[in-house]
């Protein structure tokens, strides 16, 4: 039997909903298709955007979704995206395949589909391949009131009143894909394009500036020292996990032998080392700056036979395992991780849907999505884990929180491929007489849904959990991902 004690007084710290964000780039089959197939597909939709979509992401409360990149952000010209479809002008996407953009999906496009699905946007805001001036004309066409050129255009094409913008980035990848720049450069850019993004009537911008990748501490360092007293909302930090960690033959989505598999849950985990160490820089200099993790997720070989530009891969269990393992680590950090988007939400890496024409499934990263749920704007409660690790990685991960309508909320992992974890929680000092909802997602360590199965792997009831005296009992079966609400 091992043990997790849960401080159930002891939660000062809200999650923030944004931690279980989502990120759509223009890229493969993401946006068209994916989200998107225009109103006059026999698919059903609403204003071009797919019903199926629409419902699963709503049932799992996405609360912010980022676009348009990614490395697109950087060559992406708003003007391209507005006015009457057929005079958008066809670019290319140079980043994914030099395949042709219709930039039939656009700005309006765009908010659209946020407010479908009741999720804030996230700007990835165009540094490297624009200028001050687009940047600053973007946002005056999207949250200015009040009478200009730009603000009468918007309303020419559709809009009448402003929409809320909460969320922009300031550039994407720019040590990379996003102008190859170094830290002292972009933080000076930084300050600069900030400057001239502006509030306009009750709008607040947050902005988020273009942090590290991976352990890339040195960025971190010179741009927060550089951009503390800008006053950003947070910067960014990207990390993802690739099954072989090399960037050449990362490893199938389906076939891989059980060292894989845990090289990819200690690639994952490698994420609480990151925030430490990260969050441990800019703590340095200022109290109040969030790291968002604006990307992150299981990065494989694409599927064969799809266009390798396209980032199309399946999911499986272990991608499950990764969600889980990462959203622990996220809430157990909530006092710094202020929100991440998962790569990317349909048919790009590790998505929670992937569509065939008409068909849509929910992928297993899915209803790790829906277990935890719950934890969106819960209070933290710290937990400690006394279990087995397997060559350093640890077996068991755990967060817990208490809902705003006082339930306690626990979402647990078993990473281990063959360990079934006899489990006793303590819930110290807390008020709870019965287990209110208990579900489980098990299934070995491959398994995936297909459009032959599409629902395959799904959470089940998670028979066999017992709360006495304040403590809970349950038996978490190898790979899986539980979710026991307590009242
Ligand atoms: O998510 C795919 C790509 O990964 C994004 O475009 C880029 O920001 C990152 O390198």
């Known amino acids: 039997m091992h043990t997790i004690f849960i401080d159930a007084l002891g939660g000062k710290t809200k999650i923030n909903r944004e931690i279980y ?3 759509s780039e ?15 597909s026999d698919i059903p939709n609403i204003d071009g955007v797919r ?3 629409i419902e699963a992401l709503r049932a799992i409360k996405i609360p912010v979704l980022r676009w348009p990149g990614g490395c697109f952000a950087e060559e992406y010209h708003w003007r391209d995206g507005i006015g ?3 005079n958008r002008p066809v670019t290319v996407n140079n980043y994914w395949g030099k395949v042709p953009e219709s930039n039939h999906f656009g700005t309006h496009e765009f908010f659209n589909l946020c407010e479908l699905l009741g999720a804030q946007p996230y700007l990835a805001a165009n540094l490297s391949g624009g200028t001050v001036r687009e940047m600053q004309d973007w946002v005056e066409y999207i949250t200015f009131d009040g009478h200009s050129t730009l603000s009468d255009l918007r309303r020419k094409n559709g809009r009448k009143k402003p929409w809320a913008l909460p969320f922009i980035g300031i550039g994407n990848e720019n040590w990379g894909g996003g102008g190859n720049m170094r830290p002292e450069y972009y933080a000076d850019e930084y300050r600069k394009y900030q400057t001239f993004c502006k509030d306009y009537g009750d709008n607040r911008l947050k902005k988020i500036a273009c942090g590290p990748s991976d352990d890339d501490y040195d960025w971190t360092e010179k741009l927060v020292k550089s951009i503390r007293r800008s006053k950003p909302f947070g910067i960014s930090m990207h990390h993802y996990c690739a099954p072989t960690r ?9 076939a891989f032998s059980d060292d894989e598999y845990y090289s990819t849950i200690a690639h994952a985990i ?15 200099y200022d109290a109040d700056i969030a790291l968002i993790v604006d990307e992150w997720g299981v990065w494989c070989d694409t599927e064969p036979g799809t266009n390798p530009d396209f980032l199309y891969q399946q999911n499986s269990m272990r991608d499950a395992i990764v969600a889980a393992v990462t959203l622990n680590i996220f809430n157990n950090h909530a006092d710094i991780v202020k929100m991440a988007n998962l790569a990317q939400t349909v048919n790009v890496l590790q998505s929670v849907l992937l569509t065939d024409g008409k068909n849509m499934l929910k992928t297993p990263t899915y209803h790790v999505f829906d277990l935890f749920k719950a934890h969106q704007d819960s209070t933290l409660l710290p937990s400690h884990v006394a279990a087995p690790a397997k060559d350093d990685i640890p077996l068991i991960s755990c967060s817990a929180s208490l809902t705003k309508n006082g339930k306690f909320v626990l979402t647990l992992c078993n990473a281990s491929l063959t360990e079934a974890m006899p489990l006793r929680c303590i819930l110290d000092s807390a008020d709870v007489s019965a287990i209110a909802e208990a579900r489980v997602l098990t299934a070995p360590k491959e398994a995936c849904n297909t459009f032959e199965v599409p629902d395959a792997v799904h959470p089940v009831s998670f028979d066999g959990c017992v709360l006495k005296d304040g403590c809970l009992s349950c038996t978490l079966p190898p790979v899986s991902v539980a979710e026991i609400v307590l009242k």
């Open 246 to 254: 090399n960037w050449d033959n990362k490893g199938s989505a389906t």
């Open 51 to 53: 019903k199926d979509a």
């Open 21 to 23: 964000g989502h990120f």
């Open 270 to 284: 490698f994420m609480d080392e990151l925030i430490q160490k990260h969050g441990a820089i800019i703590r340095r």
């Open 84 to 86: 009457p479809v057929e």
């Open 26 to 40: 223009h890229l493969g089959r993401c946006i068209y298709d994916g989200l998107f197939v225009g109103k006059d």
